[in-house]
């Protein structure tokens, strides 16, 4: 079975640094991307972006890019995605996801709040 | 950036009834448009991908079409648990991006 669990909810001020995991199971890790999708109180999805666990390729969504790093250790079966310079806006769920196929996301973690506030 | 622009943002519908969602590409996007049903304090579960293909495990009422920069998705009869958010997602050059969302709730 494809699992996906995430650490604990995160409370940070701004200006500060988040970094979440979202440990895989059930599949080899190192075959499929990873992604990360957030979602802030009461709105949409955002894709933020993923990393490729075997070569280490990342790609990431232009609006957070400089502030979003997602990384990878295939040793742990791991995904990580940090945060800096946090701001109200970025008080939101963040989900990690699976994409065993090009173009969409068909396992979730259970997701993380984070949230920022002074 | 390709922008995804659904209708109706809310829907109220009767169990039995056919309800359709639609979602526009902002350009062309040939059948990589997904869709996924969200519930309150849950990730979004996978229904629909490349356009039309149900996810294993989805209910058969749920379908999807469309190509190009136009999609839909029909729930053939509406169902008590479909009542939910729904989300269209477009895939293009490493770049996805998601539907504002339809709430659709059950009368």
């Known amino acids: 079975e494809v699992q996906l669990i995430q650490s604990g909810p995160e409370v940070k001020k701004p200006g500060a640094t988040v970094k979440m995991s979202c440990k895989a199971s059930?599949?080899?890790?190192?075959?499929?991307?990873i992604h990360w999708v957030r979602q802030a109180p009461g709105k949409g999805l955002e894709w933020l972006g993923f990393?490729?666990?075997?070569?280490?390729?990342?790609f990431y969504n232009e609006k957070v890019r400089g502030r979003v790093t997602i990384t990878a250790d295939t040793s742990l079966d791991t995904a990580y995605i940090e945060v800096s310079g946090l701001r109200s806006a970025d008080t939101a769920v963040y989900y990690c996801?699976?994409?065993?196929?090009?173009?969409?996301?068909?396992?979730w973690g259970q997701g993380v709040l984070v949230t920022v506030s002074s | 950036d390709i922008q995804m622009t659904q209708s109706p943002s809310t829907i109220s519908a009767s169990v039995g009834d056919r309800v359709t969602i639609t979602c526009r590409a902002s350009?062309?996007?040939?059948?990589?448009l997904a869709w996924y049903q969200q519930k309150p304090g849950k990730a979004p579960k996978l229904l629909i991908y490349?356009?039309?293909t149900l996810q294993s495990g989805a209910p058969s009422r749920f379908s999807g079409s469309g190509s190009g920069t136009d999609f839909t998705l029909t729930i053939s009869s509406l169902q008590p648990d479909d009542s939910a958010t729904y989300y269209c997602?477009?895939?293009?050059?490493?770049?996805?991006?998601f539907g504002q969302g339809t709430k659709l709730e059950i009368k």
């Open positions: 990393v490729d666990p075997q070569y280490r390729d990342t």
């Open positions: 350009q062309g996007i040939s059948g990589w």
């Open positions: 490349e356009a039309s």
């Open positions: 996801a699976t994409a065993f196929s090009t173009g969409y996301f068909d396992y």
């Open positions: 059930g599949y080899i890790f190192s075959d499929y991307n």
């Open positions: 997602q477009q895939y293009n050059s490493y770049s996805y991006t």
